[in-house]
């Protein structure tokens, strides 16, 4: 048989766009916002870096909602921290999104614009009133209608503080800062005391930081950016003064959340954010550290603390809406979250919980006295990162932040530069 | 005639046939991407959103972009830091792990560890021995020279990077001119020593013109690599590429741009194709150079 050599190459061209055809961003195949059919049907669950520490929690959970709903089958999968929005991003623009996603606000706007979370005030706008009103709207999106997300655990937590290090710098240990003026002055002694070795933060202003110090981060209608304020410019101006000082670490501008951590169980920086998880890890990684280890609240110049918001986001392409649905509803109930914080340091999102006795009634111990201040700042705690600040806005005020450090801008320059930036990234971002 | 096999006419899709394999590897996993980033080049594409064409205008953004030059800046800084060094350490190293002396596998070996070791693994060592307290600082603060900011100077970040690269590649590149080394007659060497030569005299005038072209090898690939360089910066000096993002690469920024769900796919491919240019200029350089100073 004799194969021309134009039917070879027209052969040879199809194999090639067969398996490459799947990389487009997926045909609009999917489902639709009708959530009200049989909840039956197989559908694929993601979590965010669970399965280490929770499988036997969520083999249970997959179990119970099998149970509930017969003709349903959850697949579980969970995806490691590490490269988790390119992993979110990768299965969006290649059509396989699993039907359930484990999201935060951030994630969940892009996907949100794109079309691809389901809105759940048309599809399950019904659960609304289960959960805090505040959780409820952190997966709302600036300049769209709609929620794209449940609410799921939310987390905050506390200032922890070495008192041996307070204790050497001449600060009294049982009176940490409770004011940004109080932190300020207590760093810049630190580091005079220490001659520069000690410092007392060892991260720059990230954008919760602006926030929480009473800038105003967007501007009312969501569509630029607005942290150049005077309020701004004056929290940038003390964090100048205090890695002049090293009160602020002098490898900040190069730090991550983990080389900080690790600064800190070291005893090379005096204060870390953390949450009641981390209380664990001190026991265990610094046992020293923890013998000494002071924990105050965070501090806020707006009354309000910052929390962390995770959701749950169904798919808008999904084959079976009811399914997934019902089941993003399940995980996040007030039952099933309630649950899962009993077996770790996080916090229900659901209405009236924060007001049973777990996270209310004291008992000695430093993990319930973190899990308590913590259950009660989040009844009025606001997310402060806006929905749409991108990893790429982030860099952009990180790099403009570290101008200003190294004393190559002004403070106002550099955040004119960094909102300016950040702007046209919105822009951009669509 | 029985027991003559009559041998059929080969037919003319034969050749492509058995190329078939291969060409489809190389067209899912080469060609189809290159293609795909200099189409995109030319888009406003970003990960979720499919682009629209724009023209030049991504290219001519970049022009604009302070960022694009300090990456265009540092990737060219590798290079002159990173590849003269690759080019003579590891002959160097070669020569001395050349001989069959008792116990000099061990060296050898030793040598090659680091370029099998995990970058990963590597980069973190070299966190914990330049960090403000580690190993290094301890040491240059026992001797009285006081701690150095290593990973928080950007140009102390960016030498470190180097280090850490030309550490990782020495045994490598030494493998290759040990195999270069093997290919030079004995003969000349002992006729250069009994015209007189010393060791120094005999590397010049019979090891380097030996090694020659294993030496412009080794310069094309250090220099195309060194070019590309990603991990050693990230590693070290964070994501965002050192303080200010000082000490980014034309790489780091192509990833911190195009990645992530509000990844600017069009503009990361636009830097892409610059990247690949100048890496397609540099290997045409190089063997330019080579043509034109043979004898």
């Known amino acids: ?430 | 005639m029985a027991g003559v096999t009559r041998v059929r006419r080969q037919l003319p899709t034969s050749p492509w046939l058995f190329a078939a394999p291969g060409l489809l590897v190389v067209g899912a996993f080469v060609l189809y991407p290159f293609v795909t980033t200099v189409v995109n080049s030319f888009t406003d594409r970003r990960t979720l959103i499919p682009g629209r064409f724009v023209g030049l205008a991504n290219f001519r953004e970049l022009i604009h972009d302070d960022m694009f030059w300090t990456g265009l800046r540092n990737s060219t800084l590798y290079i002159v830091g990173v590849v003269p060094a690759l080019v003579v350490l590891p002959l160097l190293l070669a020569l001395l792990v050349q001989k069959n002396i008792p116990g000099i596998t061990f060296f050898r070996s030793a040598f090659y560890t680091p370029v099998v070791a995990s970058i990963v693994v590597v980069g973190l060592i070299w966190v914990w021995l330049l960090d403000e307290r580690g190993l290094v600082n301890s040491l240059l603060e026992t001797v009285g020279i006081g701690r150095v900011g290593f990973l928080s100077d950007q140009w102390l970040l960016l030498l470190s990077a180097m280090a850490v690269t030309v550490w990782k590649g020495l045994g490598y590149y030494m493998i290759i001119y040990l195999a270069a080394l093997a290919g030079v007659p004995r003969e000349l060497h002992e006729a250069a020593a009994v015209d007189g030569a010393g060791a120094v005299r005999r590397f010049l005038t019979v090891t380097v013109p030996a090694v020659r072209s294993t030496m412009v090898l080794v310069a094309a690939l250090s220099s195309v690599a060194a070019f590309k360089t990603f991990s050693e910066v990230y590693l070290l000096a964070g994501p965002d590429g050192g303080p200010a993002g000082e000490d980014t690469t034309l790489v780091m920024l192509v990833q911190q741009t195009g990645t992530g769900l509000t990844g600017r796919v069009g503009y990361a491919s636009a830097l892409s194709v610059v990247v690949f240019v100048v890496t397609v200029a540099l290997m045409l350089l190089v063997l330019r150079a080579d043509r034109r100073d043979r004898p």
């Open chain 1, 1 to 430: 048989m004799r194969i021309s050599r134009r039917a070879f190459a027209l052969a040879a061209a199809a194999v090639l766009a067969l398996p490459l055809s799947a990389c487009g961003s997926g045909g609009d195949d999917g489902g639709s916002t009708d959530a009200s059919g049989k909840v039956e049907g197989d559908i694929t669950f993601q979590t965010w870096n669970l399965r280490a520490n929770f499988k036997s929690y969520f083999d249970g959970l997959v179990a119970d909602f099998e149970k509930k709903y017969p003709g349903t089958h959850v697949k579980w999968i969970d995806q490691p921290a590490e490269g988790y929005a390119d992993k979110i991003s990768a299965d969006a623009a290649g059509g396989t999104l699993p039907d359930v996603v484990n999201v935060s606000p951030d994630l969940v706007a892009p996907l949100a614009k794109a079309g691809l979370a389901l809105d759940l005030d048309k599809a399950a706008g019904k659960y609304r009133s289960e959960y805090l009103a505040g959780a409820w709207a952190s997966h709302q999106i600036p300049g769209t209608s709609g929620t794209y997300a449940f609410p799921w655990y939310l987390n905050t937590g506390p200032l922890f503080y070495n008192k041996t290090l307070f204790k050497q710098a001449g600060l009294d240990p049982d009176q940490p800062p409770k004011t940004y003026d109080e932190l300020f002055a207590d760093a810049l002694k630190m580091a005079q005391h220490s001659n520069g070795k000690v410092a007392t933060l060892a991260n720059v202003p990230t954008i919760e930081d602006f926030g929480r110090y009473g800038s105003q981060l967007m501007n009312k209608a969501g569509t630029g950016f607005a942290f150049n304020d005077a309020k701004g410019v004056e929290l940038l101006t003390k964090y100048k003064e205090l890695y002049d000082a090293k009160a602020l670490d002098p490898q900040a501008l190069t730090a991550t959340p983990e080389s900080t951590g690790k600064k800190f169980l070291t005893g090379a920086v005096a204060m870390n954010p953390g949450s009641a998880l981390d209380l664990d890890n001190f026991k265990k990684q610094a046992p020293g550290l923890y013998k000494n280890i002071g924990i105050t609240d965070q501090i806020t110049s707006t009354g309000h603390v910052n929390m962390y918001v995770m959701g749950v986001m169904v798919n808008s392409r999904t084959k079976h809406t009811a399914a997934s649905v019902a089941f993003a509803h399940f995980v996040t109930d007030a039952q099933n979250q309630m649950s899962f914080a009993k077996k770790v340091a996080i916090f229900p999102s659901t209405a009236g919980s924060l007001d049973d006795p777990y996270f209310t009634k004291e008992d000695g111990t430093d993990e319930t006295r973190v899990r308590i201040a913590a259950a009660k700042s989040l009844k009025n705690a606001v997310n402060y990162t806006p929905v749409l600040f991108s990893d790429q806005m982030k860099t952009a005020l990180r790099n403009e932040v570290a101008k200003t450090l190294q004393g190559r801008e002004s403070p106002k320059t550099a955040l004119d530069n960094a909102v300016k930036a950040c702007d046209r990234l919105l822009r951009q971002e669509g």
